[in-house]
């Protein structure tokens, strides 16, 4: 009977929705551990962004035991920022701990959300650059640009539809974030030359 049918996916519905909320719930732990993790990145605290990434890492492998045998619910918006926002977050600290980039299955997330969350990280270490440039650490804040120009060429190699993984979008945010900061970079550059020049003239 159709009310039997009916019934048999209301079961299913149900468990899927006590499901949803559960990964929810873990998403949103998710998102918020990488960002305290990137917070204290930039505080130079990198023993608590560690735990915070050790944290993330069990919350990461908790979702995947969860959502892995329901693709419809795990290739979905708020699982995919949550995995973002983790990537984000391991290899801004990769990058400032000078330890290798994880890959995507290293990390327990898809490839497509792995590239998404590289362009993300272009966001962060264009905030690291500023807070070297307002140290006047010039030096150290070229690398950094250097850095996010190999990352934006890297990027700029991928050519795949929206329906697979929305990187064009992540490019155009980059080649923005890329030209301010040489921009940044040449203005500091030129600040600092003429205080030289200034310097000795004075001393003159």
């Given at each position: 009977m159709l009310s039997e049918i009916i019934d048999e996916i209301r079961n299913v519905l149900d468990e899927k929705d006590l499901l949803r909320e559960e990964a929810l719930k873990i998403t949103r732990e998710i998102v918020r551990l990488s960002g305290d993790s990137i917070k204290a990145l930039h505080r130079g605290d990198i023993e608590t962004a560690w735990e915070r990434i050790e944290k993330v890492k069990e919350k990461i492998e908790m979702l995947n035991e969860k959502l892995l045998p329901h693709p419809d619910l795990y290739f979905t918006g708020y699982v995919q920022n949550a995995h973002q926002e983790f990537v984000e977050a391991v290899l801004f600290y990769s990058y400032l701990t000078g330890s290798g980039f994880p890959s995507p299955k290293e990390l327990?997330?898809?490839?497509?959300?792995?590239?998404?969350g590289i362009g993300d990280l272009i966001g962060e270490l264009r905030r690291h650059f500023l807070l070297l440039l307002m140290e006047n650490k010039i030096e150290e804040a070229q690398n950094v640009y250097e850095t996010m120009s190999r990352i934006y060429e890297?990027?700029?190699t991928l050519e795949?539809?929206?329906?697979?993984v929305n990187i064009r979008q992540k490019q155009d945010q980059a080649r923005y974030i890329v030209e301010r900061t040489l921009e940044d970079l040449t203005r500091a550059k030129?600040?600092?030359?003429?205080?030289?020049?200034?310097n000795k003239a004075i001393k003159m």
């Amino acid at each position: 009977m159709l009310s039997e049918i009916i019934d048999e996916i209301r079961n299913v519905l149900d468990e899927k929705d006590l499901l949803r909320e559960e990964a929810l719930k873990i998403t949103r732990e998710i998102v918020r551990l990488s960002g305290d993790s990137i917070k204290a990145l930039h505080r130079g605290d990198i023993e608590t962004a560690w735990e915070r990434i050790e944290k993330v890492k069990e919350k990461i492998e908790m979702l995947n035991e969860k959502l892995l045998p329901h693709p419809d619910l795990y290739f979905t918006g708020y699982v995919q920022n949550a995995h973002q926002e983790f990537v984000e977050a391991v290899l801004f600290y990769s990058y400032l701990t000078g330890s290798g980039f994880p890959s995507p299955k290293e990390l327990g997330v898809p490839e497509s959300n792995y590239l998404l969350g590289i362009g993300d990280l272009i966001g962060e270490l264009r905030r690291h650059f500023l807070l070297l440039l307002m140290e006047n650490k010039i030096e150290e804040a070229q690398n950094v640009y250097e850095t996010m120009s190999r990352i934006y060429e890297e990027l700029m190699t991928l050519e795949y539809p929206k329906g697979l993984v929305n990187i064009r979008q992540k490019q155009d945010q980059a080649r923005y974030i890329v030209e301010r900061t040489l921009e940044d970079l040449t203005r500091a550059k030129l600040t600092k030359s003429l205080e030289e020049k200034l310097n000795k003239a004075i001393k003159m």
